[in-house]
């Protein structure tokens, strides 16, 4: 390689591990943030639907009265 310095190999190792790591770091949260946000809409729609059983409830009973 044509390095004169022998430490630089291994300053140059442990640069090219942490690089290494964040890249697999920033991938993983991007996949948690995907699922976040797959939770939150799922969670969305579902107090939708019990907004709505709520209210269809709600008008059963003015209804019956």
Do not use: F
């Amino acid at each position: 390689l044509g390095i004169s310095y022998g430490p630089v190999i291994a300053l140059l190792a442990g640069l090219i591990s942490l690089i290494i790591k964040i890249l697999l770091m920033d991938i993983e949260r991007s996949r948690n943030e995907t699922k976040l946000n797959r939770l939150i809409q799922k969670i969305a729609i579902l107090e939708g639907e019990i907004d709505r059983l709520q209210a269809d409830r709600e008008s059963e009973k003015t209804r019956d009265r």
